[in-house]
């Protein structure tokens, strides 16, 4: 995933506003500020990886991997079900 892509911007800036402000009250110097700034994106990169991760919908299931009969029963082979 493209750490520049427009979700990851956004959560980075909301992540860095905090730091902005505590740069500009003058609680961090301006190199404490500038240091602090690509972790903000990196944590940002991580958050949004995390959700489209969880929220992606599952997989659909082949159709080869559907088996018949209710859910529970045992599946049979059709040569063992023929000679019984």
């Known amino acids: 995933m493209n750490p520049l892509r427009w979700d990851v911007l956004l959560v980075a800036f909301v992540l860095a506003v905090p730091v902005l402000a505590l740069g500009l009250r003058g609680d961090f110097t301006a190199e404490e500020t500038v240091s602090r700034l690509p972790w903000c994106l990196l944590a940002a990169w991580a958050a949004v ?6 929220s992606a919908p599952p997989k659909p299931v082949p159709e080869a991997e559907h088996r018949p009969g ?13 000679t019984a």
């Open 70 to 82: 209710p859910a529970g029963a045992p599946v049979e082979a059709e040569d063992e079900r023929s």
């Open 49 to 54: 990886a995390l959700l489209r991760a969880v």
